[in-house]
């Protein structure tokens, strides 16, 4: 399992915490609704200084005070418009919890 206290792999879902604005609630997403996770990199124009929401109505961040130090971010693919972006602390061990449920990860 992985939990960096805002992502979180249960034996069931995906939690991603501080994820819905103003009151800041939890995602949860169960692993069968997962089509795919593409990782791709941090940088100051890709979503770094992206505190919370979205700048392109198409990826959306959850409140991460910390994602200006992180340099890996997560798309995750529900099927829908919308695409849920995650900023693990600790990257590679959020891989591997994912591929313990048939969950690939591509890169970008």
Known sequence: MYND??????ARELVIRRYYFPTASAKRIPYGRI???QQMPLTRLGGRWRIW?????VHYFNLDLGRVDKSVA????LGGRV???ITPDDPDRLVAALAEHRI????G
């Open 35 to 37: 089509r795919g996770l």
């Open 83 to 85: 695409k849920p972006v």
């Open 74 to 77: 997560f798309v995750v693919d």
């Open 104 to 107: 690939a990860v591509t890169r």
């Open 5 to 10: 206290g805002l992502v979180t792999c249960t």
């Open 53 to 57: 929401g979205t700048g392109d109505f």
